[in-house]
């Protein structure tokens, strides 16, 4: 599947109804403490303009507006942009290729469990999309599942339609991402799939 095709399918995934149902969900403990450690870095280093991209219904772009930060949200769902916009963010219906910013207009990035769904073909288009946007010395924080090789829709998967999901080993991501930005930190964390969730 190319890049506009899987970006098409998760707009109409990632509907009202879906929207809905993730804004009334938790978020894991593992997600908290990363979102907290990354705070904790941009502070020190005295970043404050942010952009979350894939920022779902802003819960993760509210936390950093109210610790301070200047933050813009996007996400390609606009009933995801809509549950941004309740919480009082600015929000902007945006697919990864298509963010519409001036060049090295923010000091720091945020990407949790989004590029996961980028193809693998359109990676480094999209990584040199957002490394263009970031200020130098800016700080880029990627989060996705992995540990394993595996592209494709999810069969398991509850939304319709289907998913597409690019999971790859860490070996990998550090060798895609190397061209674009240098890795301060690389993390592996131990996963165990909630219930109710699946593995994608």
Same mark, same amino acid.
């Given at each position: 599947m190319d890049y506009q095709q899987a970006i098409a399918n998760l707009k109409? =995934?990632?509907n009202s109804e879906s929207a809905s149902k993730r804004n009334q969900e938790g978020k894991q403990d593992w997600k908290l403490t990363e /979102? @907290?450690?990354?705070?904790?870095? +941009? @502070? +020190?280093?005295?970043?404050? /303009? +942010?952009?979350?991209?894939?920022?779902?219904t802003g819960q993760d772009s509210l936390f950093? @507006?109210?610790?301070g930060m200047q933050v813009i949200s996007t996400d390609l769902s606009p009933a995801m942009v =809509?549950?941004? /916009?309740?919480?009082?963010?600015?929000?902007?219906?945006?697919?990864?290729l298509s963010l519409d910013f001036p060049p090295e207009s923010f000091d720091a990035l945020y990407a949790?469990?989004?590029? +996961?769904?980028? #193809?693998?073909?359109?990676?480094? =288009?999209?990584?040199?999309?957002l490394r263009g946007l970031l200020h130098p010395g800016g700080l880029f924080f990627l989060?996705?599942?992995?540990?394993?090789?595996?592209?494709?829709?999810?069969?398991?998967?509850w939304h319709q339609p289907p998913r597409?999901?690019?999971?790859?080993?860490?070996?990998?991501?550090? @060798? =895609?991402?190397? #061209?674009?930005?240098?890795?301060?930190?690389?993390?592996?964390? #131990?996963?165990?799939?909630?219930?109710?969730?699946?593995?994608?």
């Open positions: 109409v =995934a990632y /979102r @907290q450690s990354f705070l904790d870095l +941009l @502070q +020190l280093e005295g970043k404050s /303009r +942010l952009l979350e991209v894939g920022a779902g950093f @507006q109210q610790h =809509a549950l941004c /916009r309740e919480k009082g963010l600015e929000a902007h219906v945006m697919d990864f949790l469990n989004c590029l +996961l769904h980028v #193809p693998t073909s359109a990676l480094p =288009a999209v990584l040199e999309k989060g996705v599942y992995g540990g394993i090789e595996k592209e494709g829709i999810s069969d398991k998967d597409y999901f690019s999971r790859h080993t860490d070996e990998f991501m550090q @060798q =895609a991402v190397a #061209p674009y930005f240098e890795i301060v930190s690389f993390k592996s964390i #131990p996963y165990k799939i909630p219930p109710g969730h699946f593995n994608p």
